[in-house]
C-alpha cells in the first residue's frame, strides 16, 4: 500500500508562487514510478497539470501553464515538487499527486487519470485577483 501526502497549498495573489510537495510512503518506493500533478477545480473535471518519468528524464507540463509550473522529484526524498509561479485566479483548484501502479525502468510519464492507481487528499490552491 502506498500513501501520498501532498502540502505547500494556501491562499495567495495573483502573481505569487507556491511550491506543492508530495511525500510517498508504504511498501512501495516511489522511486521506479511515474508520477503525476492534477487539479480540480469546482464544477470541472480533474485534469492533468504535469507529469514526470521515475527518473526525471522526461517530464510534461500542460499547454495552459507551459513557463510558468515546474514538476520535479527527488526520489531519495520520496517526494515529488510542483512549482507555481506567476499564479492566476483560473489556477485556483484542488491539486492532486498521483502515483502510477505500476514501475517502469523507461522514460515514460502518463497524462491520464486513470494509468495512476494512488492518489493523495489534495491540497487546496486558491489565488485572488
Known amino acids: 500500500q502506498v500513501q501520498l501526502v501532498e502540502s505547500g497549498g494556501g491562499l495567495v495573489q495573483a502573481g505569487d508562487s507556491l511550491r506543492l510537495s508530495c511525500t510517498a510512503s508504504?511498501?512501495?518506493?516511489?522511486?521506479?514510478?511515474?508520477m503525476g500533478w492534477f487539479r480540480q477545480a469546482p464544477g470541472k473535471e480533474r485534469e492533468v497539470v504535469a507529469a514526470i518519468s521515475w527518473s526525471a528524464s522526461r517530464a510534461y507540463v500542460a499547454d495552459s501553464i507551459q513557463g510558468r509550473f515546474t514538476i520535479s522529484r527527488d526520489n531519495a526524498k520520496n517526494t515529488v515538487y510542483l512549482q507555481m509561479n506567476s499564479l492566476k485566479p483560473e489556477d485556483a483548484a484542488v491539486y492532486y499527486c498521483a502515483m502510477s501502479g505500476t514501475s517502469s525502468s523507461g522514460s515514460a510519464y502518463y497524462l491520464r487519470a486513470r494509468e495512476y492507481a494512488y492518489w493523495g487528499q489534495g491540497t487546496q490552491v486558491s489565488v485572488s485577483s
Open positions: 508504504g511498501r512501495t518506493p516511489m522511486s521506479s514510478h511515474p
